[in-house]
């Protein structure tokens, strides 16, 4: 490798709100926007692609309620294409609704393979030069603008089929007045030896230009490819909060961020505390796209610092570095250890072991452990169920409860053709020395069914109103059973905390009745939060 030219400060540059929106199933609304930007602001991004504000009203109304934000560091950019071929770009309707967003920054979308000139656009190739210099041109006189970027679509395909042509719409753009240069790896399919070679082979043609790097993931290597223009003199990096986007998605900026300024030293935020709120702003990037969290993410995952392997905690627990590249809480992240059929008694003690005072109890540790083995071959998975195995600590060490005794619970689901079903659930179990019977209508029987138990226990132990289901995850066992296979069922849970940050657990149950093994995961959070609370029964008539 050529000399390392990673500049000091490495500009962020993001399209979550744009590009990621083109992935598959993705949508945010107006105020999703809104609140993803005010995230991407405090976590020090410079630059928060809004989107193309002719492309649809939620993209023009986004542009004119974003003004009224108080971002601390980011720019606003509005994106767009060159002007339409034979007319001056004054008068194109695209370049109006770019100058009229009134954003600081635009971004010129251009064509650079001239397959695409010829094939796609049908345009002559020295047009397409004409409707990249006047687009970039027309925007940077406006007043209010400070930058026009220009996006070098498909350059590295272009730059192999035709390097000269490719390099001439550069020029185009840097004459109408662009202040970056952005090589795009649109396809996704370019090898960080060949994204070397031309940023390289563009620096030396093109001389004292500011570089920007845009990459798809179609090949797997969107963050090397991401690192190694960087590290060959490009100064942004291009892309989305956990690399949502169309196809294989765009380079994740969460890796690209975290392996900047932890591996590479590079700077890359304009905010001081912006590395530990990546796990945070990745969360709710995802938390509002309506996705489920990858455990396995770089850095950012759930399961980026989760230790399962009972030899492995045990080098964690004596020296963290062993089994860890960099800090969890470097990145805002936490190190879970994971209690599984897999794992040893350094688990155990790493898990829970000073909240239950086991650490020097071999013999309750084994016994657990053999428990835990025991469940995970019927179907159970303690390591997504923190709750539920914890409840096993409780029993072993006989703290465990019965805050109330079941008698029968039952769902009745009517269904007449044409109609939505209703559901009907009925609990009777004993509470103290007073029987409770009650019954509860719900959109389905888990939600009927959790209605009842706490018509039965609310007046007893108010605390369980404070349990709110967050999510509710259903899985087939063993599946060569078909309709007839056991169900793993993990419900997740928040309990309020008016005096501080909500707490989650999560709880399971398994059984080949979907309704037995959602009664299990139920019952059992209101258990485990009876027992973390310390309730008593409040006496009734």
């Not at 500049?7 to 107006?30: A, C, H, M, N």
């Not at 928060?48 to 004119?64: H, M, Q, R, T």
């Not at 509470?431 to 007893?460: Q, Y």
């Not at 419900?491 to 398994?510: E, L, Q, R």
Request: charged share 25%; aromatic share 8%; proline share 2%.
């Amino acid at each position: 490798m050529s000399e390392d030219k990673l500049p000091k400060y490495v500009e962020i540059y993001d399209t979550t709100l744009r590009d990621g929106t083109q992935g598959e199933g993705i949508s945010f609304s107006l105020i999703d926007k809104l609140k993803i930007t005010k995230h991407l602001d405090a976590l020090g991004v410079d630059f928060i692609e809004g989107g193309y504000p002719l492309s649809n009203p939620k993209d023009v109304a986004y542009f004119e309620q974003v003004r009224d934000l108080e971002l601390r560091h980011a720019k606003v950019v509005a994106f767009g294409m060159t002007r339409r071929k034979g007319i001056e770009a004054k008068d194109d309707v695209g370049m109006q609704a770019l100058v009229g967003s009134k954003s600081p920054i635009i971004t010129i979308v251009g064509k650079t393979w001239d397959l695409h000139v010829d094939e796609v656009l049908r345009v002559s190739r020295e047009e397409n030069l004409a409707m990249i210099e006047d687009s970039v041109r027309f925007c940077a006189g406006a007043e209010h603008v400070e930058q026009v970027f220009y996006d070098a679509e498909h350059f590295f395909d272009g730059f192999k089929a035709n390097r000269d042509y490719a390099l001439a719409t550069l020029r185009a753009a840097q004459a109408g007045g662009a202040t970056r240069f952005v090589l795009c790896d649109t396809n996704g399919g370019s090898l960080p030896r060949w994204v070397a070679d031309v940023v390289d082979d563009v620096l030396n043609e093109l001389g004292d230009v500011k570089l920007g790097i845009h990459v798809h993931n179609d090949g797997g290597l969107a963050t090397a490819n991401t690192l190694t223009a960087l590290q060959h003199g490009a100064v942004q990096a291009q892309g989305t909060i956990n690399g949502i986007g169309e196809r294989c998605g765009n380079v994740d900026l969460t890796t690209v961020i975290a392996n900047l300024k932890l591996k590479l030293g590079a700077d890359c935020l304009g905010s001081d505390d912006g590395l530990q709120r990546l796990t945070e702003t990745a969360r709710f990037v995802y938390e509002l796209a309506n996705l489920n969290l990858l455990s396995n993410q770089p850095y950012v995952g759930t399961g980026a610092f989760a230790h399962k392997g009972g030899m492995h905690v045990h080098a964690v627990n004596r020296v963290a570095h062993s089994y860890e590249h960099v800090p969890p809480d470097s990145v805002g992240n936490t190190r879970r250890i994971l209690v599984s059929e897999l794992s040893g008694v350094s688990n155990m003690t790493a898990t829970l072991g000073k909240k239950f005072d086991v650490e020097a109890d071999k013999d309750l540790q084994r016994r657990v452990l053999n428990r835990v083995q025991d469940l995970e071959n019927m179907g159970y998975q303690f390591e997504a169920a923190n709750a539920s195995f914890e409840l096993l600590l409780y029993g072993e060490l006989g703290r465990r409860r019965d805050f109330w005794v079941l008698d029968h619970y039952r769902c009745v689901i009517l269904k007449n053709n044409g109609d939505e079903p209703t559901t009907e659930a009925t609990v009777k179990c004993k509470v103290g020395d007073l029987m409770e019977h009650r019954v509860a209508e719900g959109d389905g029987p888990v939600n009927a069914l959790d209605g009842a138990l706490r018509k039965c226990l609310k007046d007893h132990y108010p605390q369980i109103m404070d349990v709110h289901l967050r999510d509710f995850k259903v899985r087939v066992v063993n599946a060569a059973d078909e309709t007839a296979a056991k169900v793993r069922v993990v419900i997740d849970f928040a309990v309020d905390n008016p005096n501080g940050a909500d707490k989650y657990f999560s709880t399971i149950g398994v059984s080949e009745n979907i309704v037995e093994a959602s009664w299990q995961a139920l019952i059992d959070a209101f258990e485990y939060h009876l027992l973390e609370c310390a309730a008593e029964p409040i006496a009734t008539a």
